[in-house]
């Protein structure tokens, strides 16, 4: 029996041996050259590219792949980015320069709002997401990974209404109400929001609105708040461009505590932010409402030190503002983006606030 056993085996280990020595090596295709014309092609490219090459097959592998390699801070960045296209389960963080596994069920919800981080540590946490400073926040590799879908396919992330929301903020000492609702969506390439921000008074005391506003009002962005502490120190805000709304900047003039206004697009001269209000007078039993819409570019979201988004998250800005390209960016143009999804297409136009640039 033991014998038999091992004829078997050793008849086996023949065939085998056989069939290896018949299976054809790995073959290159157009890449076919002699080993000495495909090391001489790889002098000429960079570490990143060589890297990608030799991940490639195991043949280019074997003949490219250096023995000792270091890359740089930037050369491991390119890497990871193009390994991120073609990985679908991965984004990457700048931050870390790390490659992590992005889920569908990271997207809790509640109130259909985004809560739950894709940021891999605290610093990620802490720096890389956009809030309107009322009830949204949106952290920037959700962001991303919603854009990896729209460049490289559905397997790469997931829908832009997974980013729409809403929110009820009360505020018990002033009896206010703010409601929020904000919508995403991916107009030429770049990712935009759309909020719908509503301020009441629960029982329409003006007065106790006022306070709210003055004192702990919502903002459209880091450069356009609706309260007043601002107002403190002209000096201070000017130099961070900081600039009220003017339409909710008091005048003690008046008998009133509110002024009725229509809506008319006004536009911050840092970010790429514009907002339209309405203010009016809705009966003694509601007051006075008052509701801003507001409309955002956050830009292809390929790096979170861009402008595009940086300047969302700082009341300085860091690489650049609007302002200096008033004809690309001129007011009223990213309610006409948004507008391109919708039945009817809105104009561009309407007004700075804060400096002239005449």
Known sequence: ??????????????????LF???PHPHLGHLAFPPE???????HLNKTSIISLTLTCRTLFRICFPRSLELSLSE???????LEKDIAHLYFCYH????HRWRTSWFHTRNHRVLTDLCCGIRCKQESHFSDGATYRLPYPS????????FYGASHGVPASKLDGWNVFRDIRFGAKVYNTTYARIIDDQLMLSSVLTISQAKGDAKLLRQFIDLDGPRV?????TDSWSEQDHSWSERNHIHRIPELVRNNSLPDYFVSCSPSVKSCIVCLTDYCIDIGWHGRRKGWVIKIVTYRQLGAVRSPFHWNWSSMLYRLPQDGQRSLDPLRYRPGILRHMWSKADEVLLEPGGDWVGESLA
Not at 221 to 225: A, D, N, T
């Open 76 to 82: 491991k960045e390119d890497f990871l980015l193009l």
């Open 21 to 23: 020595r018949l299976r």
């Open 1 to 18: 029996m033991a014998f038999a056993v091992s004829s078997t085996i050793r008849w086996c280990s023949l065939h085998l041996a056989l």
């Open 96 to 99: 870390c320069v790390k490659l």
């Open 37 to 43: 014309i495909i090391l001489m092609i790889v002098a």
């Open 221 to 225: 962005c880091h450069h356009l708040p």
């Open 143 to 150: 962001a991303r990974v919603v854009m990896n879908r729209h």
